[in-house]
């Protein structure tokens, strides 16, 4: 895997801005970033630009075996911790208020190869201490110079 590399995450987010609160949104992310291996980990840095608001958000992500950490730090702020079969729970700062987040990651599923990192987590998300939703993130990490016929230029 190359330093440069471009990044996709799909998932579900929930916002205040939705006419139905507890409907969530898909949300798709591609964005340049940076890929390093280091003690056994996969490092994904990238940056992520919200709609409205002028601050960046800085994105690290951490893979390893079974475990995927998603850290923000911007316009919100998370330490998110997803192992298999393990609840861990965080602080989730937005600009619409605090919220208590429970993470109960389910499946863990990682794919690697020299061209691409493919990771998706099934996991139930709990806020301020009630079920909201059963959820899957899907990360998928690819060197920035694509080659033709790629999954990110199918997309």
């Keep these: 895997m190359t330093k ?7 998932g579900m987010q929930f916002t205040a801005d939705n ?4 409907e969530p949104e898909p949300v798709e992310i591609i964005a340049p970033g940076e890929y390093y291996y280091k003690n056994g980990r996969h490092y994904i840095l990238y940056d ?25 730090r911007g316009s919100s702020n998370v330490h998110m911790v997803f192992e298999k079969d393990k609840k861990n729970m965080t ?5 619409f208020g605090s919220l208590m987040m429970g993470i109960d990651a389910r499946r863990i599923l990682v794919e690697e190869s020299e061209e691409e990192i493919y990771a998706q987590v099934e996991y ?13 993130i899907s990360l998928r990490v690819q060197p920035k110079k694509l080659s033709a016929g790629s999954c990110l230029e199918q997309q």
């Design 19 to 22: 006419n139905d609160p507890n």
């Design 91 to 95: 602080c989730y700062t937005t600009p």
């Design 48 to 72: 992520e630009f919200m709609e409205g608001f002028d601050t960046v958000t800085k994105n690290v992500l951490k893979l390893k075996g079974d475990s995927l950490e998603i850290t923000k």
């Design 4 to 10: 440069d590399i471009l990044v996709k995450i799909s």
């Design 124 to 136: 139930a998300l709990d806020i301020n201490y009630e079920h909201l939703a059963d959820c899957t």
